[in-house]
C-alpha cells in the first residue's frame, strides 16, 4: 500500500521559513517524480514545485521562484519542500504527490497525472 505523508506545516509569522516533509512507502521512490501542490480555500489545487526522479530537474511555479527550494533523498524516501521569506498569500494546504517517471526532466503536469497523493499538511502565514 502506498502511503505518502507530509510533515512540517505550522503558523508562521510573514518573513518566516518552514520546511516540508513527504515521507513515502509503499513504492520504489527512485521510479517517481514528485511534486508539491496547495489548495487555499475556495481555489483551485495548484503546483507549487516539482522534481524529477534523481533530483536533477526542477520546477517553480513564478510566485516562489528564489523563495522555495524542493529536494529529494531517495535514501529516505523522502521529498522536501524548503520556504523561506512566507507571506499570506501562500496560506493553503500543502499536498505531495508522486507521479511514475524516470525521465531526466521534470515533467509540468496537472494534478490529474500524478498517481499517488497525502493528506496535506495545513500552511498558515499570518501578516
Known amino acids: 500500500q502506498v502511503q505518502l505523508v507530509e510533515s512540517g506545516g505550522g503558523l508562521v509569522q510573514a518573513g518566516g521559513s518552514l520546511r516540508l516533509s513527504c515521507a513515502a512507502s509503499g513504492l520504489t521512490f527512485r521510479n517517481y517524480a514528485m511534486g508539491w501542490f496547495r489548495q487555499a480555500p475556495g481555489k483551485e489545487r495548484e503546483i507549487v514545485a516539482a522534481?524529477?526522479?534523481?533530483?536533477?530537474?526542477?520546477y517553480y511555479r513564478d510566485s516562489v521562484k528564489g523563495r522555495f527550494t524542493i529536494s529529494r533523498d531517495n535514501a529516505k524516501n523522502t521529498v522536501y519542500l524548503r520556504m523561506n521569506s512566507l507571506k499570506p498569500e501562500d496560506t493553503a494546504v500543502y499536498y505531495c504527490?508522486?507521479?511514475?517517471?524516470?525521465?531526466?526532466?521534470?515533467?509540468?503536469?496537472?494534478?490529474?497525472?500524478?498517481?499517488?497523493w497525502g493528506q496535506g499538511t495545513q500552511v498558515t502565514v499570518s501578516s
Open positions: 522534481i524529477n526522479w534523481s533530483g536533477g530537474s526542477t
Open positions: 504527490a508522486a507521479e511514475r517517471s524516470i525521465s531526466p526532466f521534470v515533467r509540468i503536469v496537472g494534478p490529474n497525472d500524478y498517481d499517488y
